[in-house]
């Protein structure tokens, strides 16, 4: 699914590496927590899959494919097959819950078919039946996190990626969101989640990979937000 | 589908920035009515050039009874009048010389006729007579250049009291029109200028206004053309409509300063008339769509990246 | 303290985005050239209407002895050349006339010399001699408008070939002159009208371009002077760049059209000298100034709320 | 210190209130936290504090003053009485550490002496000397906010706001920053934070504002972050 090898990262401008050698393997259909305290490198290593940034040298293969060879315009196709969710959402403000999701379906050109049907679905699965036609401003910060969870998942897609989706919630939506993710892994789709937030982590009890200063320094299945709390 | 929702965003995007839309709409217009201007002012020049370049001539005058008495002026003359056999002798060489395209005669009385036909307004007319005038010949050259050599066969002769190159006395005229055109020229390129300047500024404000939308699109895996054609398609746009604004503009323009004012008080020249104003009108959209789609194009290439 | 930090960040604001500031100057130098042309030829028009102004008056010729060969034309010259008497008679007439301004006399020989030196590149001048010529009187009218109640009073007396009003001469010319006027007006509002736009429109991308700085500024506390002044100064100070060089522009453009090129081929018309040119200048540098700044303050008014 | 009187405020075109009717007092040196779960109107207390946003209806007091009554031109200089970190720190990317505090000053024209002396004064209160020349990108997140907290309290402001300065940072982290502010605190500022941070409230034990759907739920001195957790 996701695989680094001797992946590193510098910044332009900047001397020390953000990344630093980092390889690494996920397989499908894994729960994988990214942990690591502020400016370790977790947004820098999701920021490589998505392929927003490339690395400096080594290798970052991603379902199947090394990103390096894939050209320019076919990152848009690559990125339909990954989901992502953000701290802050990435709503669109002044459209509605439904056409929120709509959205990503209609800029990659599906047929409103489709669309009619999926969404609802989707809108089901994270359990937002029936706000279709609120709009964001309306919905508390979970209810907005599931709506982009909705969306980064009407597509299917076999990856989905979350950097610190809980960051802007309290305890309990968090509760709710995880649950939700949990759930979404529980279809077969691979998730892989930056988080700061040590309940949850400890909770979850998943593999958990620690990065200190772009330095892969755990990688533990079933463990827990860190060894010193 | 695809269409649909592609025309629905670009029209929200206008809607959301009425005060913008409305303001490169205009600032098009105004540019892209400049250009037609010049262009206009081009044809007009061409035209004009047209007209008097095939009335280009070498006048030769002969000497008359006024002349006589004036020989400061036309020293040739002091012997008086020209007579038929001078006349006739200069109008034989003219005939055999290979640069000579054509002669023509004018007779005093011919020549009254043509200027009070030319310059019906002059404070002179009332008195022009025959006497006024003298016989000459109107002779076409086949490459007006080369004036000097058919005039200094005639000049001197008996009888011949003036040679008088008639494109001497268009040059000035012609370079002012040559300067009209450079000056139109420059306000053409200075509009291209201003235009392209506000297109780019405009997308500019356009893809900061919307960052949030374009990320999101390229986070979902939108392709660039999903991307930047409502940016491109809202510059287009504002563009034909802007286009069309300056295409009026034009046509009113033309018709009240060419076909209101010009035409009744200046009867000497040829206007042109709504031929090039058409032909100039589908150049401005083509101008302005081009042109905006090319500055959205580049502006885009630094501001939504992949 | 306050004034060097100030600076410093309004350089920083230049730097950060040197191709903007650049288009801007650009820009803002090429609608303020087109504004000072448009002020020049304003200039030009009315000095040619104070010079031809100056010269409106009333013509009376008397019959001269082509007339009479030419009664068709002038009816009342059936009884020969007019007399002195039948002149005087005319003159005495004038003077009394309450509208009358002044009275002057013209011989044919100084018609020639004045036609000489009034059209020296005419096709006529050689045949010009004093037969062509009437003696005619020059009337002066306090009103120029009333001239028909002077032609009236002249008209068919014994001796009077003609009335002419040259004010009727000069109608057309002014009437080209005063649209001349207008389009010069039309393209400064167009292009006023241009430039707001644009500079709105940088300002704006600047102010977007820097939301963060100065959503920390208002964080911290620090005036809407403080806030602001940077944005308006950079505006002002492309401004000033812009009309500098618009300035430049037209002092070229002025020495190259109109001294180089017009001045030699158009010696009937006196052109305006470096006196205008120089009063525009400053004026462009304030305009700019003012309306960049002006924009400045009313584009922050939306974007920079406290 | 800040004082609201039944304190209403519903943003336009909203039908629900963000907050609905708060009155309250906080006192000169208290340390408040401000919980409730994401959209139950913290970040609009604060903003209605700071002056960014007007009452509906109620009366918005702060450092003795109705903020209604205070006219446009004056908001700047009340600001200047008041330190404020938010969760993104806010600092200026293409300034240094020491540049980022200084401009704080510049922009509200204290004189350059001054500058000089209290900058480095307030970062080694911070824990940050010797740090004055890092740009904020070579810092960890928790050094960035501790800038943030600097640039906040060079003025010695009466009041310092903080609206979830612990939501982008690792506990360990977290823990620095809130000694940091517990320390400020100490030199008799009065700080007000919002925080959805359960592990720092119950171990802090401070009061505790609770706002859910905009209503005032509970004030606790010496609270915990929810009953029901
Ligand atoms: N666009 C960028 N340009 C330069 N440096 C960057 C950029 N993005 C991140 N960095 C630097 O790279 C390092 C790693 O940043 P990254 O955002 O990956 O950390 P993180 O683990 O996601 O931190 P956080 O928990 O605060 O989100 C940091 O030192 C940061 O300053
Ligand atoms: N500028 C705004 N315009 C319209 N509605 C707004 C605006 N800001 C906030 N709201 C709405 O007001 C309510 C309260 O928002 P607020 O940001 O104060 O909550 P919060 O407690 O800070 O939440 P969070 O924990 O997510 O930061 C929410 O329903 C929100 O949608
Ligand atoms: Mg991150
Ligand atoms: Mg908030």
Redesign the interface.
Known sequence: MIRFDNVSKTYPKQNRPALDNVSLEIEKGEFVFLVGSSGSGKSTFLRLILREERPSTGEVHVLGKDLAKLSNWKVPHMRRQLGTVFQDFRLLPNKTVGQNVAFALEVIGKPRGTIKKVVPEVLELVGLAGKQDRMPGELSGGEQQRVAIARAFVNRPMLLIADEPTGNLDPQNSVGIMKLLDRINRTGTTVLMATHDQAIVDQMRKRVIELDQGHLVRDQSRGVYGYQH | ??AQ?VMAEIWIGLRRNLT?TI??I??VA??L??VGAAMLLNSQVNQMKGYWGDKVEV?I?FC?K??Q??TK??PNCASGEATQAQIDAVHGQLDKNPLVQKVYTETPDQAVVN?KKQFP?S??A????A????NSLRVKLTNPSLYQEVASQVEGQPGV??V?D?SA?L??LF??MN?AQW?ALA?MV??F??TL??I???V??SA??RK??T??????????F??QMPFIAEAAFAAVVGAVLASGMIAVGKYV?IDM??R???TLISFIGWGPVIQVMPLLVVIGVGMSSLAAVLTLQKYLK?
């Open positions: 589908m695809r929702f913008m303001a490169v205009v600032s105004l540019s009515s400049l006048s005058y008359n006024n002349n008495k004036n002026d036309t200027f307004d404070p002179l009332p008195y022009v007579t006497d006024s005038f003298n009291a003036k008088d008639q006395v040059k000035p370079n002012l300067t000056v306000i200075i509009m200028g201003v300047l506000l780019v500024n405009t500019r404000v900061f206004s949030r939308e990320g999101i699109m390229r986070l979902v895996g939108a392709s660039n999903y991307v300063l004012v010009l009744k008080q200046i992949v």
